[in-house]
C-alpha cells in the first residue's frame, strides 16, 4: 500500500482547540457531568477520550468514569479477512446501567466501527444514552449512525482516507488526508 | 501475529510466539465472561460438531460454553447415541459430518491420532480434546495460562507432573508447551508409570516424590486413571497413596509453599488430599475457569478463512 499525504487538515494547536470545544459541548449537552462515563474505541479513540476526559476535569473539577472498548469481536466483516484480526483487552470496570454513555472514536466513516461498539456496549448493561463523540466525520456512511459531537466535518472521497496521528503513539499531534490505493476501508485493527 | 495454522492436534511443534498468542487472546476472552452479558457474536454462522467419543464432563462442557459464549451453533455427539454404536467407521463419521458442511470439528477419541485422522478426510479445522493417551492441547493451554496469570512468566519455574504420566495426553501436552514456554519440567511417579521413551524429552525424571516436592515451584498432580490400571502398574491405590500421594503431611515435612494443580477429575485422598485441592495454594478452580477462555480464543483463531 503506497500512502501519499495530500493535506494536513488539523495541526497540534487546532487539534488541542478541538478537543476542548468537544469537552464543552459534552459537558453542556449533559448539562454537567452527574452518571456521564467516557467509552474510546481502541486504538486512537482511546487516547481521545483521554485527552477530552482531561479537558473536563479542568473545566468541571471532576473527571469522569473512563472505559475502553475492543471491538474486533463484533466485527461483521469476518468472512472477509485472511486471518483472524489480534484481539485486545476491553476495559470497562464500573457499571453503565442508566448512565449516559459517550463513545469516543476517531474517524467516523462507514459507521460499522460504531454498529459494533454499539452492540459491544449493550453486553454491559443498558445505559440510558449513547452519545457519539468523533473527531472527524468523513461521510459515506453505510448504516443509520449519526454523530453527536464532531470535531471537524469533511468531504472526501472513497481513494482517500483520514488519519488521527496522536503523540501517545504518533509522532506528531495532527490530521492528515491521505491518498491511498486500498479499494475499500478496513477498519483498523 | 496471526495463528496460521488450520488445526490444533497436539502442542509437539507448537512455537512460543504462537502459545503466547492463544493465552493472550484467551484473556480478552477471559474479560468477556465476566461481563453481565458473556456473549459475543464472534463465530456467529459458524457450525461446530463435539465429537466425543469417550466420556468427559469438564472438557465437552468446557467447549460447548465456549462456543455457545462466541454465538456459533453446535451439535453434540456421543458414543452412547450414535451411530457408531451401530458400527460406523470414522471414516464413515467424518464423511458424513462434512457432507453436513461442519465449519469446526471439537474431537476427543481413545485412539491416539484419531482428530489427525480426522484432518485429513474433512474440510474444516480439527481440534483435539484428547486423543487416546497421546495430547490433550487445550488442557495445557489452560494450565499455562493459569501459570502465567499467578507467576507473569514461566522462564525457569519449575514444574513437577505427578502421577499416571504414561497414560496422561495432559502431561504430554504439558512437557511440549511448558518447555517451549522456558519453564523446567519434572516428571515423577511410579517407574511402570513413567514413558520408556521420556527421557528423550527434555526433563528431569524423579521416583522420588519428596525428591520433586523439595525440587519444585508447582506440582501439577494427575489423576490416576483407575480404567486404564487393569495390567498392575502399581499394587494398590493405598500403597500408591502412600509412596505417592501428596499430602498436608508431605509438603508439611518438605517446609515450603507450592502451587498445586490438578486436570481433574480429583481422586481425593488417593494422588492429593482434599486439603490441599481446596486449599489456597490451588489453581485448580483457576484452571477451570481459563478452560473456557481458552478454548474460547482457540476457536476464533482456528476459525479464519485458511
Redesign the interface.
Known amino acids: 500500500m503506497t500512502v501519499k499525504v495530500k493535506a494536513r487538515l488539523i495541526d497540534a494547536n487546532g487539534l488541542k482547540r478541538t478537543i476542548s470545544r468537544l469537552a464543552y459541548e459534552i459537558v453542556e449537552r449533559n448539562k454537567g457531568i452527574q452518571d456521564v462515563v467516557l467509552v474510546g474505541v481502541r486504538t486512537r479513540g482511546v487516547f481521545l477520550a483521554e485527552r477530552i476526559n482531561h479537558e473536563i476535569e479542568r473545566i468541571e473539577k471532576s473527571a469522569l468514569p473512563m472505559g475502553i472498548l475492543d471491538i474486533t469481536m463484533y466485527r461483521d466483516d469476518f468472512r472477509e479477512l485472511h486471518s483472524q484480526p489480534q484481539l485486545q483487552q476491553t476495559e470497562i470496570n464500573f457499571d453503565i446501567d442508566k448512565k449516559n454513555v459517550v463513545l469516543v472514536d476517531d474517524v467516523l466513516y462507514t459507521g460499522r466501527t460504531t454498529r459494533a461498539a454499539l452492540e459491544a456496549l449493550m453486553a454491559f448493561g443498558r445505559p440510558t444514552t449513547i452519545q457519539l463523540a468523533v473527531l472527524i466525520d468523513r461521510g459515506h456512511r453505510q448504516l443509520p449512525i449519526k454523530p453527536d459531537f464532531v470535531g471537524k466535518s469533511l468531504v472526501t472521497s472513497l481513494g482517500e482516507e483520514v488519519q488521527l496521528k496522536m503523540k501517545e503513539i504518533d509522532d506528531d499531534d495532527c490530521v492528515l488526508l491521505v491518498e491511498t490505493d486500498r479499494d475499500n476501508y478496513k477498519i483498523e485493527d | ?4 495454522r488450520k488445526h490444533l492436534l497436539g502442542l509437539e511443534g507448537v512455537e512460543k510466539d504462537e502459545l503466547n498468542h492463544i493465552i ?2 484467551a ?3 477471559k ?2 465472561l465476566s ?8 463465530l456467529r454462522g459458524k457450525t461446530i460438531v463435539n465429537l466425543f467419543f469417550e466420556a468427559s464432563t469438564r472438557t465437552r462442557f468446557s467447549f460447548e460454553l465456549a462456543e455457545k459464549r462466541l454465538s456459533a451453533d453446535t451439535l453434540n455427539f456421543s458414543v452412547s447415541a450414535s451411530a457408531v454404536k451401530k458400527g460406523e467407521s470414522l471414516r464413515d463419521t467424518a464423511q458424513n459430518i462434512e457432507a453436513m458442511k461442519v465449519d469446526m470439528v471439537v474431537i476427543r477419541h481413545a485412539a491416539a491420532g484419531a482428530p489427525h485422522f480426522l484432518a485429513n478426510c474433512i474440510k474444516g479445522s480439527v481440534i483435539n480434546a484428547g486423543d487416546g493417551c497421546h495430547e490433550h492441547p487445550t488442557q495445557a493451554l489452560l494450565d499455562m495460562m493459569t501459570l502465567l496469570e499467578k507467576f507473569g512468566d514461566l522462564q525457569g519455574l519449575r514444574v513437577a507432573i505427578i502421577g499416571d504420566v504414561l497414560h496422561s495426553r495432559v502431561a504430554r501436552s504439558n512437557v511440549y508447551g511448558l518447555t517451549k514456554m522456558g519453564a523446567e519440567v519434572a516428571l515423577c511417579g511410579p517407574s511402570p508409570l513413567i514413558p520408556i521413551r521420556a527421557d528423550q524429552w527434555p526433563v528431569k525424571i524423579m521416583n522420588n516424590v519428596d525428591d520433586a516436592i523439595f525440587w519444585a515451584d508447582v506440582l501439577m498432580v494427575l489423576r490416576i486413571q483407575m480404567e486404564r490400571q487393569q495390567a498392575n502398574f502399581f499394587p494398590s491405590l493405598r500403597e500408591y497413596h502412600n509412596y505417592f500421594g501428596i499430602t498436608v503431611d508431605r509438603l508439611n515435612r518438605a517446609r515450603k509453599t507450592l502451587t498445586i494443580m490438578h486436570p481433574g477429575p480429583i481422586n481425593r485422598g488417593i494422588e492429593l488430599d482434599s486439603e490441599l485441592a481446596d486449599s489456597e495454594h490451588s489453581l485448580i478452580l483457576d484452571q477451570v475457569t481459563n478452560g473456557v477462555a481458552v478454548r474460547m480464543a482457540v476457536l ?2 482456528l ?4
Open positions: 501475529m496471526s495463528l496460521i493472550q487472546t484473556t480478552s476472552f474479560e468477556v461481563r453481565p452479558f458473556p456473549k459475543v457474536p464472534t476464533y483463531l476459525s479464519g478463512e485458511k
